[in-house]
Protein backbone atom coordinates (compact mmCIF):
# COMPACT_ATOMS: atom_id res chain seq x y z
CA UNK A 1 0.00 0.00 0.00
CA UNK A 2 3.34 2.18 1.02
CA UNK A 3 3.81 2.35 -3.20
CA UNK A 4 0.74 3.86 -3.73
CA UNK A 5 1.01 6.53 -6.45
CA UNK A 6 -2.85 7.78 -5.14
CA UNK A 7 -2.25 10.72 -2.23
CA UNK A 8 -3.15 8.98 1.12
CA UNK A 9 -6.23 10.76 2.25
CA UNK A 10 -7.68 7.30 3.00
CA UNK A 11 -7.77 4.69 5.15
CA UNK A 12 -8.66 2.17 2.57
CA UNK A 13 -9.75 -1.40 3.25
CA UNK A 14 -7.80 -4.08 1.93
CA UNK A 15 -10.56 -5.28 -0.58
CA UNK A 16 -10.90 -4.44 -5.14
CA UNK A 17 -14.24 -4.92 -5.97
CA UNK A 18 -14.86 -6.10 -9.77
CA UNK A 19 -17.90 -6.32 -10.46
CA UNK A 20 -21.91 -5.79 -8.35
CA UNK A 21 -25.18 -6.87 -8.98
CA UNK A 22 -28.01 -5.50 -6.65
CA UNK A 23 -26.83 -5.33 -3.15
CA UNK A 24 -24.06 -7.77 -4.02
CA UNK A 25 -20.27 -6.78 -4.83
CA UNK A 26 -17.50 -9.53 -6.01
CA UNK A 27 -13.64 -8.73 -5.74
CA UNK A 28 -10.78 -9.92 -8.16
CA UNK A 29 -10.42 -13.03 -5.88
CA UNK A 30 -14.53 -14.53 -6.48
CA UNK A 31 -15.75 -13.26 -3.11
CA UNK A 32 -18.90 -11.81 -3.32
CA UNK A 33 -20.13 -8.93 -0.65
CA UNK A 34 -23.71 -8.25 0.71
CA UNK A 35 -23.09 -4.31 0.46
CA UNK A 36 -25.15 -2.60 2.50
CA UNK A 37 -22.34 0.78 2.71
CA UNK A 38 -23.68 1.81 -0.86
CA UNK A 39 -21.15 3.53 -2.22
CA UNK A 40 -21.79 5.89 1.51
CA UNK A 41 -25.67 6.13 0.43
CA UNK A 42 -24.84 6.38 -3.41
CA UNK A 43 -25.79 3.33 -5.57
CA UNK A 44 -29.64 4.21 -4.10
CA UNK A 45 -30.23 1.18 -6.70
CA UNK A 46 -27.70 -1.44 -6.12
CA UNK A 47 -24.84 -1.83 -8.40
CA UNK A 48 -25.89 -2.36 -12.51
CA UNK A 49 -29.26 -1.88 -12.68
CA UNK A 50 -31.02 -2.70 -15.71
CA UNK A 51 -32.46 0.62 -16.00
CA UNK A 52 -29.50 2.91 -15.31
CA UNK A 53 -27.29 0.69 -17.18
CA UNK A 54 -29.35 1.46 -20.75
CA UNK A 55 -29.68 4.85 -19.58
CA UNK A 56 -26.13 5.85 -19.27
CA UNK A 57 -24.82 3.75 -22.38
CA UNK A 58 -28.06 4.94 -24.92
CA UNK A 59 -26.42 8.28 -23.57
CA UNK A 60 -22.78 7.44 -24.00
CA UNK A 61 -23.71 6.69 -27.97
CA UNK A 62 -25.00 10.12 -28.44
CA UNK A 63 -23.65 12.91 -26.86
CA UNK A 64 -21.13 13.28 -23.34
CA UNK A 65 -20.62 16.89 -23.12
CA UNK A 66 -22.00 20.56 -24.18
CA UNK A 67 -21.25 22.66 -21.77
CA UNK A 68 -23.75 24.96 -19.97
CA UNK A 69 -23.31 27.57 -22.81
CA UNK A 70 -25.97 25.64 -24.96
CA UNK A 71 -29.41 23.85 -24.06
CA UNK A 72 -29.95 21.70 -22.23
CA UNK A 73 -33.10 19.63 -22.42
CA UNK A 74 -32.47 16.41 -20.04
CA UNK A 75 -31.21 18.96 -17.62
CA UNK A 76 -34.38 20.51 -17.96
CA UNK A 77 -36.46 17.51 -17.43
CA UNK A 78 -34.66 16.30 -14.33
CA UNK A 79 -35.11 20.02 -13.12
CA UNK A 80 -38.45 19.66 -13.89
CA UNK A 81 -39.29 16.33 -12.25
CA UNK A 82 -37.51 17.73 -9.10
CA UNK A 83 -39.53 20.87 -9.21
CA UNK A 84 -42.74 19.18 -9.04
CA UNK A 85 -41.79 16.35 -6.65
CA UNK A 86 -40.79 19.00 -4.06
CA UNK A 87 -40.64 22.39 -2.56
CA UNK A 88 -38.32 23.83 -5.17
CA UNK A 89 -38.98 25.91 -8.37
CA UNK A 90 -35.57 26.48 -9.43
CA UNK A 91 -32.41 24.01 -9.84
CA UNK A 92 -28.72 24.51 -10.26
CA UNK A 93 -26.87 20.87 -10.99
CA UNK A 94 -23.05 20.45 -9.66
CA UNK A 95 -21.05 17.13 -9.78
CA UNK A 96 -20.81 16.44 -5.79
CA UNK A 97 -22.51 16.97 -2.63
CA UNK A 98 -19.70 19.71 -1.45
CA UNK A 99 -20.38 21.87 -4.52
CA UNK A 100 -24.21 21.47 -3.93
CA UNK A 101 -23.51 23.32 -0.91
CA UNK A 102 -21.43 25.92 -1.81
CA UNK A 103 -24.13 26.83 -4.37
CA UNK A 104 -26.84 27.25 -1.82
CA UNK A 105 -24.33 28.70 0.69
CA UNK A 106 -23.78 31.43 -2.18
CA UNK A 107 -27.05 31.47 -2.72
CA UNK A 108 -28.32 32.39 0.84
CA UNK A 109 -25.66 35.21 0.98
CA UNK A 110 -26.53 36.80 -2.58
CA UNK A 111 -30.24 36.70 -0.99
CA UNK A 112 -29.58 39.35 1.54
CA UNK A 113 -27.24 41.14 -0.66
CA UNK A 114 -29.09 42.20 -3.16
CA UNK A 115 -31.93 43.18 -0.82
CA UNK A 116 -29.63 45.74 0.23
CA UNK A 117 -28.01 43.56 2.74
CA UNK A 118 -24.21 42.73 2.41
CA UNK A 119 -23.56 41.84 6.05
CA UNK A 120 -26.37 39.59 6.61
CA UNK A 121 -24.05 36.65 5.35
CA UNK A 122 -23.98 34.27 8.46
CA UNK A 123 -24.67 30.58 8.76
CA UNK A 124 -25.67 28.62 11.70
CA UNK A 125 -24.96 25.10 11.08
CA UNK A 126 -25.14 22.21 14.37
CA UNK A 127 -22.07 20.37 15.89
CA UNK A 128 -22.01 16.92 14.69
CA UNK A 129 -22.82 18.22 10.91
CA UNK A 130 -20.67 17.40 7.74
CA UNK A 131 -21.05 19.32 4.40
CA UNK A 132 -18.11 17.91 2.35
CA UNK A 133 -14.77 19.09 2.55
CA UNK A 134 -14.47 22.49 0.47
CA UNK A 135 -13.09 25.53 2.55
CA UNK A 136 -16.32 26.72 2.75
CA UNK A 137 -17.97 23.52 3.41
CA UNK A 138 -15.73 22.44 6.30
CA UNK A 139 -16.07 25.92 8.12
CA UNK A 140 -19.65 24.68 7.60
CA UNK A 141 -19.39 22.22 9.22
CA UNK A 142 -16.84 23.01 12.21
CA UNK A 143 -15.17 20.24 12.58
CA UNK A 144 -11.95 20.53 13.83
CA UNK A 145 -9.99 17.64 12.43
CA UNK A 146 -11.20 18.88 9.16
CA UNK A 147 -10.08 22.32 9.62
CA UNK A 148 -7.12 22.46 10.84
CA UNK A 149 -3.61 23.13 9.05
CA UNK A 150 -6.03 24.87 6.13
CA UNK A 151 -5.79 28.15 6.98
CA UNK A 152 -7.70 30.85 8.18
CA UNK A 153 -11.49 28.94 8.89
CA UNK A 154 -13.65 30.82 6.05
CA UNK A 155 -16.01 33.59 8.16
CA UNK A 156 -19.22 33.72 8.68
CA UNK A 157 -20.36 29.83 10.08
CA UNK A 158 -22.00 30.29 13.70
CA UNK A 159 -21.99 26.78 15.51
CA UNK A 160 -24.25 25.34 17.91
CA UNK A 161 -24.63 22.62 19.61
CA UNK A 162 -27.31 19.59 18.00
CA UNK A 163 -30.72 20.21 19.86
CA UNK A 164 -29.76 23.25 22.19
CA UNK A 165 -32.60 25.88 21.22
CA UNK A 166 -31.11 28.53 23.72
CA UNK A 167 -28.11 28.32 22.03
CA UNK A 168 -29.63 28.50 19.03
CA UNK A 169 -31.97 31.56 19.49
CA UNK A 170 -28.60 33.27 20.75
CA UNK A 171 -26.48 32.71 17.61
CA UNK A 172 -29.30 33.94 15.28
CA UNK A 173 -28.64 37.35 14.76
CA UNK A 174 -28.85 40.47 12.48
CA UNK A 175 -26.64 39.00 10.41
CA UNK A 176 -27.88 35.96 10.30
CA UNK A 177 -28.90 34.61 6.90
CA UNK A 178 -29.42 31.26 6.95
CA UNK A 179 -29.88 28.26 9.21
CA UNK A 180 -27.94 24.72 7.66
CA UNK A 181 -29.07 21.30 9.04
CA UNK A 182 -29.03 17.88 8.08
CA UNK A 183 -32.47 16.80 8.63
CA UNK A 184 -30.95 13.23 9.87
CA UNK A 185 -27.01 13.49 10.12
CA UNK A 186 -25.26 11.39 8.09
CA UNK A 187 -21.22 11.33 9.13
CA UNK A 188 -22.35 12.73 12.59
CA UNK A 189 -24.08 9.64 13.33
CA UNK A 190 -27.55 9.02 11.77
CA UNK A 191 -28.87 11.66 14.48
CA UNK A 192 -32.65 12.57 13.15
CA UNK A 193 -33.58 15.84 14.19
CA UNK A 194 -37.23 15.40 15.66
CA UNK A 195 -40.03 16.63 13.63
CA UNK A 196 -41.13 19.07 16.06
CA UNK A 197 -37.49 21.00 16.05
CA UNK A 198 -37.52 20.94 12.19
CA UNK A 199 -40.73 22.87 12.56
CA UNK A 200 -39.20 25.20 15.23
CA UNK A 201 -36.70 25.63 13.16
CA UNK A 202 -38.77 26.22 10.11
CA UNK A 203 -40.74 28.79 12.39
CA UNK A 204 -37.66 30.65 13.93
CA UNK A 205 -36.21 31.58 10.32
CA UNK A 206 -39.99 33.39 9.16
CA UNK A 207 -39.63 35.13 12.69
CA UNK A 208 -36.06 36.85 11.51
CA UNK A 209 -36.66 36.69 7.79
CA UNK A 210 -33.73 33.91 7.31
CA UNK A 211 -33.50 31.01 4.75
CA UNK A 212 -33.38 27.64 5.77
CA UNK A 213 -30.91 25.54 3.92
CA UNK A 214 -31.52 21.40 4.27
CA UNK A 215 -28.44 19.13 3.33
CA UNK A 216 -30.45 15.89 1.97
CA UNK A 217 -26.96 14.93 0.25
CA UNK A 218 -27.37 12.00 2.31
CA UNK A 219 -30.71 11.61 3.52
CA UNK A 220 -32.43 12.50 0.45
CA UNK A 221 -34.05 10.41 -3.07
CA UNK A 222 -35.85 8.02 -0.93
CA UNK A 223 -33.58 7.11 1.94
CA UNK A 224 -35.56 7.64 4.36
CA UNK A 225 -38.71 6.30 2.63
CA UNK A 226 -39.73 9.41 1.69
CA UNK A 227 -38.38 11.28 -1.70
CA UNK A 228 -36.62 14.12 1.26
CA UNK A 229 -36.25 12.93 4.66
CA UNK A 230 -37.74 16.78 6.37
CA UNK A 231 -41.02 15.76 4.31
CA UNK A 232 -41.82 13.60 7.23
CA UNK A 233 -42.02 16.87 9.37
CA UNK A 234 -44.28 18.62 6.54
CA UNK A 235 -42.10 21.52 6.23
CA UNK A 236 -40.43 22.72 3.36
CA UNK A 237 -36.52 24.30 3.38
CA UNK A 238 -36.28 27.71 0.95
CA UNK A 239 -32.68 25.85 -0.28
CA UNK A 240 -31.74 22.04 -0.01
CA UNK A 241 -28.68 20.23 -1.64
CA UNK A 242 -28.88 17.06 -3.14
CA UNK A 243 -25.88 14.56 -4.29
CA UNK A 244 -25.14 10.93 -3.41
CA UNK A 245 -28.39 9.05 -5.08
CA UNK A 246 -29.76 11.38 -7.24
CA UNK A 247 -27.09 9.84 -9.44
CA UNK A 248 -27.15 6.50 -7.95
CA UNK A 249 -23.20 5.93 -8.62
CA UNK A 250 -22.56 8.99 -11.03
CA UNK A 251 -21.60 12.17 -9.86
CA UNK A 252 -24.51 14.19 -9.86
CA UNK A 253 -25.12 16.89 -7.43
CA UNK A 254 -28.33 19.34 -7.29
CA UNK A 255 -28.69 22.98 -5.34
CA UNK A 256 -32.92 23.16 -5.25
CA UNK A 257 -34.67 26.55 -4.24
CA UNK A 258 -37.71 28.28 -4.34
CA UNK A 259 -37.48 31.17 -7.01
CA UNK A 260 -37.41 33.99 -4.17
CA UNK A 261 -34.53 32.11 -2.14
CA UNK A 262 -32.84 32.08 -5.26
CA UNK A 263 -33.94 35.57 -6.56
CA UNK A 264 -30.40 37.09 -6.29
CA UNK A 265 -28.51 34.30 -8.88
CA UNK A 266 -28.42 35.89 -11.88
CA UNK A 267 -26.58 34.68 -15.53
CA UNK A 268 -22.53 34.96 -14.44
CA UNK A 269 -23.22 34.63 -10.54
CA UNK A 270 -22.46 31.06 -10.45
CA UNK A 271 -21.39 28.45 -12.44
CA UNK A 272 -20.06 25.10 -13.21
CA UNK A 273 -18.08 23.23 -16.41
CA UNK A 274 -19.62 20.12 -15.73
CA UNK A 275 -22.87 20.75 -13.28
CA UNK A 276 -25.70 18.98 -15.99
CA UNK A 277 -23.60 17.16 -18.48
CA UNK A 278 -26.03 15.25 -20.55
CA UNK A 279 -24.58 11.76 -18.96
CA UNK A 280 -25.80 13.00 -16.17
CA UNK A 281 -28.71 13.91 -16.73
CA UNK A 282 -29.58 11.14 -18.45
CA UNK A 283 -28.78 8.99 -15.17
CA UNK A 284 -30.20 11.32 -13.10
CA UNK A 285 -33.61 10.86 -15.02
CA UNK A 286 -33.40 7.24 -15.03
CA UNK A 287 -32.81 7.27 -11.08
CA UNK A 288 -36.46 9.11 -10.58
CA UNK A 289 -37.82 7.15 -12.96
CA UNK A 290 -37.64 4.20 -10.51
CA UNK A 291 -37.63 5.83 -7.30
CA UNK A 292 -40.41 8.24 -8.33
CA UNK A 293 -42.66 4.87 -9.43
CA UNK A 294 -46.03 3.77 -7.44
CA UNK A 295 -44.99 1.95 -4.72
CA UNK A 296 -41.21 2.44 -4.56
CA UNK A 297 -40.69 4.81 -1.68
CA UNK A 298 -43.63 2.56 0.36
CA UNK A 299 -41.15 -0.75 -0.20
CA UNK A 300 -38.75 1.50 1.22
CA UNK A 301 -40.50 2.14 4.26
CA UNK A 302 -41.18 -1.53 4.93
CA UNK A 303 -38.16 -2.85 3.82
CA UNK A 304 -36.85 0.10 6.75
CA UNK A 305 -39.31 -1.46 9.32
CA UNK A 306 -37.72 -4.95 8.66
CA UNK A 307 -34.06 -3.91 8.99
CA UNK A 308 -34.72 -2.13 12.04
CA UNK A 309 -36.54 -4.90 14.03
CA UNK A 310 -33.94 -7.33 12.80
CA UNK A 311 -31.73 -5.21 14.71
CA UNK A 312 -33.16 -4.49 17.33
CA UNK A 313 -33.10 -8.50 17.90
CA UNK A 314 -29.69 -8.46 17.45
CA UNK A 315 -29.59 -5.87 19.93
CA UNK A 316 -31.43 -7.48 22.49
CA UNK A 317 -29.24 -10.68 21.83
CA UNK A 318 -25.92 -8.60 22.03
CA UNK A 319 -26.33 -6.32 24.95
CA UNK A 320 -22.36 -5.94 25.67
CA UNK A 321 -22.02 -5.03 21.91
CA UNK A 322 -24.97 -2.73 20.83
CA UNK A 323 -25.70 0.35 22.87
CA UNK A 324 -28.84 1.72 19.96
CA UNK A 325 -30.91 1.23 17.17
CA UNK A 326 -31.31 4.86 15.02
CA UNK A 327 -32.74 5.62 11.98
CA UNK A 328 -35.12 5.46 9.50
CA UNK A 329 -36.09 3.99 6.52
CA UNK A 330 -32.64 2.28 5.15
CA UNK A 331 -30.49 4.90 7.00
CA UNK A 332 -29.91 3.33 9.89
CA UNK A 333 -27.51 3.61 13.22
CA UNK A 334 -25.87 1.04 15.54
CA UNK A 335 -24.29 3.00 18.05
CA UNK A 336 -22.05 0.56 20.08
CA UNK A 337 -20.54 -0.07 23.32
CA UNK A 338 -17.30 -1.34 21.86
CA UNK A 339 -15.27 0.45 19.12
CA UNK A 340 -17.50 0.78 15.89
CA UNK A 341 -14.19 -0.27 13.81
CA UNK A 342 -13.98 -2.98 15.64
CA UNK A 343 -17.38 -3.99 14.19
CA UNK A 344 -16.87 -2.95 10.74
CA UNK A 345 -13.73 -4.96 10.47
CA UNK A 346 -15.83 -7.77 11.93
CA UNK A 347 -18.44 -7.45 9.33
CA UNK A 348 -16.00 -7.65 6.76
CA UNK A 349 -14.57 -10.83 7.81
CA UNK A 350 -18.35 -11.97 7.54
CA UNK A 351 -18.31 -10.59 3.54
CA UNK A 352 -20.83 -7.72 4.63
CA UNK A 353 -20.19 -3.99 4.15
CA UNK A 354 -21.55 -1.50 6.70
CA UNK A 355 -20.00 2.31 7.43
CA UNK A 356 -18.06 4.06 10.63
CA UNK A 357 -19.84 7.46 11.48
CA UNK A 358 -19.62 9.92 14.46
CA UNK A 359 -20.65 9.06 18.15
CA UNK A 360 -19.27 5.65 17.50
CA UNK A 361 -21.61 4.55 15.29
CA UNK A 362 -21.86 2.04 12.20
CA UNK A 363 -23.93 2.77 9.74
CA UNK A 364 -26.44 0.54 7.48
CA UNK A 365 -27.29 2.43 3.85
CA UNK A 366 -28.63 -0.65 1.53
CA UNK A 367 -29.25 0.10 -2.17
CA UNK A 368 -32.84 0.94 -1.63
CA UNK A 369 -34.02 -2.20 -3.84
CA UNK A 370 -32.21 -4.58 -1.12
CA UNK A 371 -34.79 -7.42 -0.75
CA UNK A 372 -35.98 -9.20 2.59
CA UNK A 373 -33.99 -12.25 1.82
CA UNK A 374 -30.72 -9.98 2.14
CA UNK A 375 -32.35 -8.41 4.78
CA UNK A 376 -32.29 -11.14 6.56
CA UNK A 377 -28.99 -12.17 5.49
CA UNK A 378 -27.17 -8.85 6.62
CA UNK A 379 -28.63 -9.69 9.99
CA UNK A 380 -27.07 -13.33 9.95
CA UNK A 381 -24.19 -12.00 8.95
CA UNK A 382 -24.01 -8.77 11.71
CA UNK A 383 -24.69 -11.51 14.43
CA UNK A 384 -22.08 -13.63 13.59
CA UNK A 385 -19.87 -10.54 13.49
CA UNK A 386 -21.14 -9.42 17.13
CA UNK A 387 -20.33 -12.94 18.54
CA UNK A 388 -16.59 -12.70 17.12
CA UNK A 389 -16.37 -9.47 18.63
CA UNK A 390 -18.23 -11.53 22.53
CA UNK A 391 -15.41 -14.10 21.51
CA UNK A 392 -12.78 -11.94 21.36
CA UNK A 393 -13.66 -9.68 24.39
CA UNK A 394 -13.70 -13.11 26.32
CA UNK A 395 -10.63 -14.11 25.05
CA UNK A 396 -8.24 -11.39 27.68
CA UNK A 397 -10.18 -12.46 30.72
CA UNK A 398 -9.63 -15.89 30.18
CA UNK A 399 -6.09 -15.65 29.64
CA UNK A 400 -5.75 -13.01 32.53
CA UNK A 401 -7.35 -16.09 34.77
CA UNK A 402 -4.96 -18.63 33.49
C1 LIG B 1 -21.43 13.23 1.60
C2 LIG B 1 -22.05 14.45 2.13
C3 LIG B 1 -21.66 15.73 1.68
C4 LIG B 1 -20.52 15.95 0.73
O1 LIG B 1 -20.75 15.34 -0.51
P1 LIG B 1 -19.52 15.13 -1.52
O2 LIG B 1 -20.18 14.58 -2.75
O3 LIG B 1 -18.57 14.20 -0.87
O4 LIG B 1 -18.93 16.47 -1.77
C5 LIG B 1 -22.33 16.82 2.18
N1 LIG B 1 -23.32 16.67 3.08
C6 LIG B 1 -23.71 15.47 3.54
C7 LIG B 1 -24.83 15.38 4.52
C8 LIG B 1 -23.08 14.32 3.09
O5 LIG B 1 -23.44 13.13 3.56
Redesign the pocket.
Known sequence: MTSSSMLPVYARAPLAFESGEGAWLRTEDGRRFLDFAAG??VNALGHAHPHLVEALRDQAGKLWHISNLYQNPAGERLARRLCEATFAEVVFFTN????A?EAAIKMARKYHAVKGDPDRFRIVTFEGA????TLA?IAAGGQPKYLEGFGPKVEGFDQVPFGDDEALKAACGPNTAAILI?PVQ??GGIRPVPPERLRFLRRLCDEHGMLLIL?E???GVGRTGKLFSHEWAGIAPDIM?V??GIGGGFPV?ACLATRDASSGMKPGTHGSTFGGNPLAMAVGNAVLDVVLADGFLDQVQRTGLLLKQRLAELKDRHPAVIAEVRGEGLMVGLRLHVPNVDLVKAAEQEELLVISAGDNVVRLLPPLIVSDAEIAEAAARLDRACEALEAAMRQPAREAAA
Open positions: IASGAELFHGRTEGEDVQSAAKG
